[in-house]
């Protein structure tokens, strides 16, 4: 105990920076609960706690006026003890690494959770992708990958899509690291195009995962998800497959919100007509069938199914206790402050589907992926929907029996299980030498 002790105190300056972190503060007072339940030994405690790695690099770039830019970019290596790192890379103006560490360890349980043979980590650029042309953003992801090569490998960290990236990111990544090792490695990220070895099913994965996990949801509190009611907060990819897979359920999509606006039909916003606007117009906004409205007083309308599948910090203590849905499906990745959860598991009356279940379902057709890259062998989407659908009604099995069973809410269970699993697995290896 002592020596750990003395570690972490030399490393006080990188603690320091971490705990500064909003988002960061939000992870580990979940931990620090989670712990305390599970009444962790210090020494695990610490060892789930802390990253094994943070890398951070200067990313120069050519921009396309000639100027050279800066970017700062940033690898969270949570932890490898079950197995390759796995995460996504994100591009956004908000990443910094306390940021990008919380994410990283919402990767962990979230791979735990689903018990899948990864570790857990996470990437981000701080840049603004919106405003950078293509050339600007293949030069970012080039180098940013060039930096990584030390660190990454299919047996050793694995990247994958995440805000602000997609698959034509994925694919210079498998480019640049390719090219380097001389022959196609697939394996090194996943959320690739189809044509490089991507999985069938990938880009729906996550918005199918929150839409399935939903209605399973409502369907297991006594109500059917024909005609149900659902506001989706965000409309990228997880937002807008969320939108699209509870239409094929036959909901209802009442309200949808971009980073510009939202937009509203009682009747429900026909799908089919809104994606092909939004293919052509690049927003939800301006679309005819739909009244424009305010994106944040969208989330306390009545509804059954509220999906923020936008950035974190969405839910908060502000608007918690006025929301009016049944299911709380969290397709983002920590869209609940704390003091939101408070007072929703004081209300009740929500049935929150945390984000490491809710939205497992991209990781988790990652790691299917990752299997076919190995196999080199691939599955059609049946299959790969299918599995991934057994995978999380078992998880889902798994959350809600444990959170019955110890009278905790749905996300201190979902998190109770995965760290478990982490702590038994640190255990089992020891510690080396
Ligand atoms: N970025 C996604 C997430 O937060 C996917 C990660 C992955 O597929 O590795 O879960």
Same mark, same amino acid.
């Given at each position: ?12 300056a990188? *603690?320091?920076?971490l ?5 960061f ?9 989670? %712990? ?22 200067t990313?120069?770039?050519r ?12 690898r ?83 990247m994958?899509?995440?805000?602000g990236?997609? @698959? ?7 480019d640049?690291?390719s ?9 090194i990220?996943?959320?690739?195009p189809?044509?490089l /070895?991507?999985?069938c ?18 369907? *297991?509190?006594?109500?059917?998800? /024909? ?31 971009d ?9 429900g916003?026909?799908?089919?007509k809104l ?8 927003? &939800?906004?301006?679309?005819? @069938?739909?009244?424009?409205?305010d994106?944040? @007083? &969208?989330l306390?309308? @009545? ?14 203590g ?6 009016k849905?049944?299911?709380? %499906?969290?397709? %983002?990745?920590g ?16 049935f929150?589907?945390?984000d490491i ?29 299918? *599995?991934?659908?057994?995978m999380?009604?078992s ?5 809600t029996g444990f959170?019955?069973?110890n ?24 510690l080396?030498?």
């Amino acid at each position: 105990m002592r020596a750990i002790g003395r570690r972490i105190h030399t490393n006080r300056a990188v *603690k320091e920076i971490l705990l500064q972190s909003p988002v960061f503060q939000m992870a580990a007072k979940q931990f620090d609960e989670v %712990a305390d339940f599970l009444d962790l030994d210090d020494r695990l405690r610490e060892r789930c706690k802390w990253p094994k790695r943070l890398i951070t690099v200067t990313v120069p770039i050519r921009m396309d006026d000639g100027r050279t830019e800066i970017f700062f970019g940033h690898r969270v290596q949570h932890h490898l003890t079950r197995g390759a790192i796995k995460g996504g890379l994100r591009y956004h103006p908000s990443v910094d690494l306390g940021e990008i560490t919380a994410l990283a360890l919402w990767m962990t349980w979230k791979c735990a959770l689903l018990n899948l043979p990864f570790g857990g980590g996470k990437g981000g650029i701080n840049c603004d992708p919106r405003t950078m042309s293509q050339g600007e953003l293949e030069r970012l992801t080039r180098r940013f990958t060039m930096e990584m090569i030390p660190f990454i490998g299919p047996e050793v960290d694995v990247m994958a899509p995440d805000m602000g990236t997609n @698959e034509q990111t994925m694919a210079w990544m498998t480019d640049t690291y390719s090219t380097h090792s001389g022959h196609l490695v697939p394996s090194i990220v996943t959320g690739k195009p189809l044509n490089l /070895q991507g999985s069938c099913g990938r880009t729906r994965a996550t918005g199918h995962g929150v839409a399935f996990t939903a209605s399973n949801s409502l369907h *297991k509190r006594g109500y059917k998800v /024909q005609g149900a009611k659902a506001i989706v907060q965000g409309f990228g990819n997880v937002g807008s497959h969320t939108a699209y897979t509870l239409d094929s359920y036959d909901a209802l999509v009442i309200g949808v919100s971009d980073v510009g606006g939202a937009i509203w039909n009682d009747k429900g916003l026909p799908m089919d007509k809104l994606r092909k606007h939004v293919q052509k117009h690049g927003t &939800i906004l301006g679309f005819k @069938e739909s009244e424009p409205v305010d994106p944040q @007083e &969208i989330l306390t309308r @009545e509804c059954d199914i509220l999906a923020p599948c936008a950035i974190d910090r969405t839910i908060t203590g502000e608007n918690a206790p006025h929301l009016k849905c049944k299911v709380l %499906a969290e397709g %983002a990745n920590g869209p609940t402050t704390p003091e939101a959860d408070r007072i929703i598991n004081e209300r009740g009356d929500i049935f929150v589907i945390p984000d490491i279940l809710c939205n497992a379902g991209g990781v988790t057709v990652s790691y299917f992926e990752w299997v076919q890259n190995l196999q080199h062998y691939s599955w059609t989407e049946r299959e790969v929907l299918g *599995k991934m659908e057994a995978m999380l009604q078992s998880a889902q099995a798994r959350v809600t029996g444990f959170a019955k069973k110890n009278k905790l809410p749905q996300r201190s269970a979902a998190q109770a299980i995965a760290i478990e699993t982490v702590a038994e697995a640190k255990s089992s290896r020891g510690l080396f030498p």
